[in-house]
Structure formats: C-alpha cells, structure tokens
C-alpha cells in the first residue's frame, strides 16, 4: 500500500493550532440553486393549488408528481409548522430535501437487506419487514390517503384546511384507514422521520436552509470544537455553521 | 477454479482491534502477516476528514460507517418455536465494516473488568450456593484471572492512550478525592492520561450520586485528555469534545483506533501486507479436519481466492467469528435441546436501561459537547459489589452519564407525553434539546441455554451461504436486574431535581427488540473456557478442535459484562498473542491438552 500521502495531512494536522471555522466557500445563501434552474416554462398548473409558502417554489421535484409535490408541501407544513416557534418544514426546504433523498440508494432500499421471504405482519419488535422501500411507500402512501381523503370529502388533503389536515395526520399516525397497498402508520411514520431529517440535516443535503433548524434548538452545526466549553453551565453563545461554511 | 495465492505464516480474517493487535504481535515476532478485511480501506483521511464527517445524516442517520447488511445480515427469533427472520434495517447494535472494523467507529469508553467477572459460576457459586443460580442459565469461569491478564491490560491502556483515574497502584491509594473508582482492582500503573474533563451532565450525575450516597468516578476513555504519543510511535491529539464521536472516524486524532495507534506502525513493514475488500468465506481444513490450510476469499472484483496459510486468526465481528466457525466446520454446533456441542453456545449481550431527566433553561447541559469514553459512573450496584442475597438476580449494572454529543435528527428527547409533531413537539424540542441529562444502567448479561447462534434454514448471504441466526430473548433473571437497576439509578436521578423524568427500561413480558438501539456488545457463540465440552476455545483464545485457529473477541466471553467489552477484548488479544509467541511457534500443536 502505498499510503504516504495519507500521513503528510496527519503530521501537518498534528502541528497546527487549531481553528476550526470552515471557510466560506460559497456566496451562497442556500438559494444558489435556484438561480442555475429557470423555471420550465410548459410545467402545467399544479393540479391543486400549492400551499401559500414562502421558499420552497422555486425547487422543481425530479421524483414526486405534482399531486405528490402538493400533498409533500401540505403535509410538511403540518409536521412542523410555522408558528411562533419560528420557520417549520416549509421554509427549511424539507420537501425538496425529500425530493432528493429519493434519488439515493437509501430510497431504494439498497441499504437494506432486502431477499425475501417476507413477514408483513411481523411483530413491531422484528424490526422492519415489509417489501417496501421507501419510494414504493411515497408512491403508494400519498395516492391511498389522497383516495381516502376524496372519499371523505371530495377534496385532496392539500386542498383542506390546516385543522382537517392535522386531524388527517393524526389518522394516519394512528393507523386507523386501512390501506390495501402499504399499512397507514408505515407511511406516516416514513413522512415523519424524513421531515425531521429534511429540518435538521446539514443544508448539504437540501434542508435546514438558513440552518433554520439548528437555530430553533440551539445546535451549532458544524462547529465540533468545544474543548473551552465543556464545563461550563452557560449558553452557548455562538450560531451555527454548516458544512459549506455559511453561517446563521 | 480458485487464483491460490503465495502461503503466508499467518493469516488475519478482519482488520479491527483483535486484528491489528495480532498483526502487530505475529509481526514482532518475524512472521509473514496478511490481513483480510471484507471492507474498504479507511483511514483519518480522507473518511475522517473536517468538516464533511460533521454530517448527522450520512454517519447516524444512514450509517455510512456500519456493516453493509444489505449483502449479508443475521436472522432473529425470540425462541426456537418461532420462524427468525432477517434484521432488515441496523438497529438494535452496529458492527463495523472496513478498515479499523468497529474500532473506527466505537466511542471509547475504555474499562479493564471486575475480576469476578471472569470467574462468574465459581464466585456466585462460593458466595451464594449453587441453587442461586437459575437451571437455564449457563454461566461460566473464563479460564484465566484478572492478576494474569493485568500486564496486558496495562499495556492495551498504553497502546489506546487511555484517559483516566486510578484508585490503586501497586496497592497504593492514589485515586481517593481525584475521580478514581473505590471498587476498581488493582493496577501495576497509572492510566497513561488524566482523567477527562466533565459535563455539565456529569457534574450533575456525580454531585447527585453523592448526594444518594454512591461513590462516582471519571470514566476511563479512550479519547485523549492532552497529546499523546503510543509505545507504537502513533501520534494522538487531545480531544475537543466535538460531539461526532460515536459512529463517526474522529477527525482529531483523539480516539483510539486501529487506523491511528496501530496501523501507522504495521504500514512500513515488509512482512506485513493488509488487503481490503476482501472477503473471507470460510477457513480452509485439511483430510483430519483438525489443522487449517488457509482461507478461502472473494476480492474486490468478485474472484474467488484461495490464500493458504499456516496459522488462522479469526479476528472478525462477534457474529462473523461464529458464522466462520460454524461454516467452516470448526469445533460442534451447539444444540440447545441435549445442551451438546460448543459453536454457538452462551450468546449474550448488555442489559440496557435509560433515564432522562429534563431541565428548566438555567441548566445548561449543552448536550451537543461531548466525547464518546468520558463522563462520571457509579460501581455501587455492579459486578458483585453489593449483596445480591435479598434480591434473587444474577449480575450487576454500571451506571454513568456518559455525553458523548447528540445531535439534532436522532438524538432530541422530550419529556413523556409530548406530541411527536406540530407546534407542541417544536416547541419542547427548542426547550430541551440543550437542557437535559441522559443517564444508562450499563447492565451485564447472562448466558443461558435457549439464547444461542446457528446457520438459519431459509435466509442466505449475497454469496448463496447461510445467513447466522440468532435465538434471543429477555429472561426473567434479566427483567429483575433491569427494574432493580432502574430503582437505585431513579433515585440518582430524582436528586438531580429535574422538571420532569423518562424511563426506559424492561417489563415482565417484554421480548428483545431488533428494532431499537441498544448497544453493540454482543458476547459469546465461541467462548474460552477449560472443558473442551463447554467450551470452543482453550484459555489462549485457541480452537479446542483445530490447533493452528486462534479465535480472539467478544465472541469468547462465556457471558456479558457490567463494563464495555473493548479493553477486555483487547488484553485477552495480547495474552492470546504472547501464548502464540511464547510456546505455539516453537512447538505447533494444542496449548492445553484436552
């Protein structure tokens, strides 16, 4: 092996005093993306009309429909909304941060040991044995609660109002509408999970804009260094940085 | 069909801690070395590397690190009238994958072991009379003592760069008002640093266990308190409390690992050679069945390999050393029924249960610092440290809070009952994400008859060959330790007086869960001992079956510990070394008779 080059960074990285602060390396303000992409101009009307939000419109899905898209946006904002908390799921990008997640090995399933047979309705203690990966689950998840939705009402779940969506969530959640294709508390508990990721990841990966996230609770990012900081009983005083070196 | 390669003296299936240790040891001793690790190379840089390893969701969440189980996992059931199926997802524990193994990735809480530990039947036995121990549990001596492995115990601290407090050296009191642990053997030698500094969390669980009357102390850790440089010559800076410890390659230099306090000095060496992405499908036995000829791999491009060799070490994964033995044909499968047989026998793991208590905002516990070995323990209720006579378990539980940094995506927790979405959820997690201790009963586990491994009927491998199958389940011994630990650590944390306290821990009733997090220290399947019918390996860490097999891990300890399992990995690998150095290369054949 030949493994020279390895050790000149360690022996260099050994000598330095350390200061940790990545550099800025982008302009950026999490909104670089949006500059590069022109919107399409034959991208037909949504079929329902978009929840009123600030920031996630520029971002076209390569993934999900736009009746997907639409029910993605009304069921983020419900997740974690904008409130006097601060900015939800909406306004750090979380539905394209989903959006891209689709496009990894994860949402295939590739990171999971996936030959069959296979025990559905295995105890919860099991672990995960469904067939499903989840873009099968989005596909599935968003057209049964939407069927299920219309049959209730004649509207999708985007096209109602933030009380009844918050009550539909927590029908999901519960498990209560059985659907044929995928069980209602696999798909909830999928649209949770990667919500929360979409709201607390790096921005790297297309969420926690403006590390609005990290903000709310008080996480500063990317900083990993708090050797002066470890005994004291005090706030942390300084915002966070991420990754690409922009800072909150 | 097979390329046969050139035969080596030794060969090292894995390249974790056992596997470097070994490599290290055979190579002192003059050796021709090969190391065969089924993953990729991996190293400070680049996997380490600032600040794209700060990245939650690709190491935590994604598990970048981790065992690729897509290729091969293990199948679970709770008992053998039930159909195991595969763990899909990692959950319940995490082993390594790549160079440096679980080694690159651990936190580095660095203990050595109570010394009752290692002679478990004989001291419950002595103390407590036979009939204390339940029919169905299978508990044994190691076969060796903490006085004999006390030289490399020191010696594994020196090589890790072990943070910590001695209580006594050489009989001296030395640890008293400093942090040391009252209940803590002996030792020949201070640890190599001092202690680590402590949390805020810590601060609070140390100044409430006090407050209660138990005696805290600095957990030992492999993460450096200040620079350090290992008798190997590899070079640690001291740790910075990053918070992306456990589950990531530290990016300080500051946390044990093969790649950083071993691999630098074995890299020069012309009679040692480390081949990633390879493989290892079984070891290869000769006509009687009782000698090794070499091993048997896939490499990086999917070819088959026949690597012959004169000496085995089988220096893999828990789970991987037994599903090696077990399809290469090595010592007898172990069947629970007759009780028969030894590949497999006494699986055991760690007996887990959680407090977390929440805090009003004047107590800043900053739960984003952290370092995966520091933070401040109790030994009042562990190994046998307290009368176990009134209260009818077996075993004993550490209790610590150890903050090794949590992170946003996984690591918030909220008092009981708050919503898991929508303005309430976002509203406790900005109240307690940096307000709140989290605290572990660390519980040893015991073996017994019905919690075994064996090759499972259906589920097979990415390379067509049986996937291990793990039989498994709490037992009612294991249910009382658990609620009797959550007791004493509920009053550690009661005296904290927080706002508000979560309990997680075990019911009459509850079965074993694949699915959450516990910890990743899965013992025994291929344990040492000293009746070849209870045991797969001699007191050397060698095959009672094939002589010229040495099988160091976690996979020998008859039983769960109270403490981690490295730094009783680690010693039991260098006394197996000096055994292989000392008499089985003079004389090649069994290290103790049968």
């Known amino acids: 092996m030949s493994d020279q080059d390895r050790d000149n960074p360690r022996r260099e990285f050994l000598r330095k005093s350390l200061t940790l602060i990545p550099v800025v390396t982008l302009a950026g303000t999490g909104l670089g993306s949006s500059v590069l992409q022109a919107a399409p101009e034959s991208t037909p009307a949504p079929a329902v009309p978009k929840p009123a939000a600030a920031g996630a419109g520029e971002y076209q899905p390569s993934f999900f429909t736009a009746e997907e898209w639409a029910f993605i946006n009304a069921a983020v904002a419900q997740l974690i909304p904008n409130d006097a908390q601060g900015p939800g799921a909406l306004e750090a990008g979380v539905p394209e941060y989903i959006d891209r997640q689709m496009n990894t090995p994860y949402a295939a399933g590739a990171l999971w040991y996936m030959q069959g047979p296979f025990n559905a309705d295995a105890a919860p203690e099991m672990g995960w044995q469904s067939k499903l990966v989840p873009k099968d689950i989005y596909r599935l998840g968003i057209a049964a609660t939407d069927q299920w939705v219309k049959g209730l009402s004649g509207k999708t779940f985007a096209e109602q109002d933030s009380a009844t969506r918050d009550d539909l969530l927590k029908q999901l959640e519960a498990g209560k509408p059985q659907f044929d294709a995928v069980p209602a508390k696999i798909f909830f508990n999928l649209l949770l999970q990667n919500t929360k990721e979409g709201f607390f990841c790096d921005p790297i990966h297309g969420g926690n804009k403006g590390m609005v996230g990290w903000t709310m609770i008080g996480f500063p990012g990317a900083r990993a260094d708090f050797m002066d900081w470890v005994e004291r009983n005090e706030q942390y005083p300084f915002p966070a940085v991420s990754i690409r070196g922009e800072r909150a | 069909m097979a390329t046969v390669m050139k035969k080596v003296d030794a060969v090292i299936v894995g390249f974790g801690w056992t596997g470097a240790i070994m490599a290290k040891e055979l190579t002192e001793a ?23 390893v700060i990245d939650e969701l690709t190491y935590s969440v994604r598990k970048k690190l981790f065992q690729d ?19 899909r997802q990692l959950g319940a524990f995490l082993p390594g994958n790549g160079v440096g193994g679980a080694g690159l990735h651990w936190s580095g809480v660095h203990f050595r072991v109570d010394p009752i530990e290692l002679r478990m039947r004989s001291h419950y036995e002595e103390r407590y009379g036979k009939s204390f121990i339940p029919k169905d549990m ?22 890790f760069g072990t943070s910590g407090q001695a209580w006594t050296v050489k009989g001296q009191l030395v ?11 002996d030792r020949s030698n201070p640890f190599p640093l001092e202690a680590q500094k402590n949390t805020v969390s810590a601060q609070l ?16 850790s492999a993460n450096t308190s200040g620079p350090y440089t290992n008798p190997y010559g590899a070079q640690m800076g001291p740790c910075n409390f990053c918070g992306f410890c456990s589950g990531y390659v530290c990016y300080m230099y500051s946390k044990a690992s093969p790649n950083v306090n071993i691999l630098p000095a074995l890299k020069p060496l012309p009679n040692f050679e ?25 490499d990086g491009q999917g070819r088959e390999i026949e690597q012959p060799a004169d000496l085995v070490i089988l220096g893999a994964f828990q789970l991987h050393n037994v599903r090696l033995m077990l399809l290469s044909g090595i010592g007898k499968p172990y069947d629970p029924i007759s009780g028969e047989g030894v590949v497999g026998r006494n699986f055991a793991y760690q007996n887990m249960a959680t407090i977390k208590a929440f805090f009003d905002k004047d107590t800043h516990t900053n739960n984003f610092i952290g370092a995966g070995g520091n933070g401040v323990a109790v030994d009042d209720f562990n190994a046998d440290n307290f009368d176990h006579g009134p209260h009818g378990f077996v075993g004993g539980s550490p209790m610590w809070v150890n903050q090794a940094g949590s992170r946003p995506i996984a690591g918030t927790s909220n008092p009981p009952g708050t919503p898991a979405w929508g303005s309430a959820w976002k509203r406790a997690t900005a109240d307690y994400y940096t307000h709140q201790v989290s605290m572990d009963a660390h519980g040893a586990h015991q073996s017994y008859r019905g919690n075994y491994l064996d090759l499972d009927p259906v589920y097979r491998d990415a390379y067509g060959l049986p996937l291990l199958r793990m039989t498994f389940d709490w037992q009612e011994n294991d249910i009382r330790m658990n609620r009797f630990m959550v007791e004493k650590m509920g009053k550690i944390a009661q005296a904290m007086g927080p706002k508000a306290i979560a309990v997680i821990g075990k019911q009459v009733g509850d079965h074993f869960n694949t699915a959450s997090y516990q910890t990743t220290h899965l013992n025994g399947g291929a344990i040492m001992g000293t009746d070849p019918k209870t045991s797969a390996l001699n007191r050397y860490l060698q095959s009672w079956d094939v002589h010229n097999v040495f099988v160091p891990g976690a996979s020998a300890f008859p039983q769960g510990l109270g403490y981690n399992p490295t730094g009783l990995v680690a010693a039991l690998t260098y006394w197996s070394a000096k055994a292989i150095r000392e008499q089985y290369l003079k004389n090649p054949g069994p290290l103790v008779q049968a």
């Open chain 2, 175 to 185: 640890g008293q008002g400093k942090g040391g642990n009252p209940y803590a053997a």
């Open chain 2, 138 to 159: 299978t508990i044994q001596d190691f076969g060796v003592s903490y006085e004999e492995l006390e030289p490399f115990f020191d010696f594994a601290e020196k090589v």
């Open chain 2, 30 to 52: 003059g050796l021709n070395v090969l190391a065969l690790e089924r993953g990729p190379m991996q190293d400070t840089y680049p996997d380490g590397n600032y600040p794209q």
């Open chain 2, 274 to 298: 480390l081949r990633p992405n390879s493989h290892v499908l079984r070891v290869n036995l000769d006509s009687t069945k009782s000698k090794a000829t070499g091993v048997t791999y896939i």
């Open chain 2, 69 to 87: 189980i897509s290729k091969e996992t293990v199948t679970i059931r709770h008992s053998v009238n039930d159909i195991a199926l595969p763990n």
């Open chain 2, 205 to 220: 669980f140390g100044k409430a266990a006090t407050e209660v009357g138990y005696k805290p102390y600095n957990l030992p």
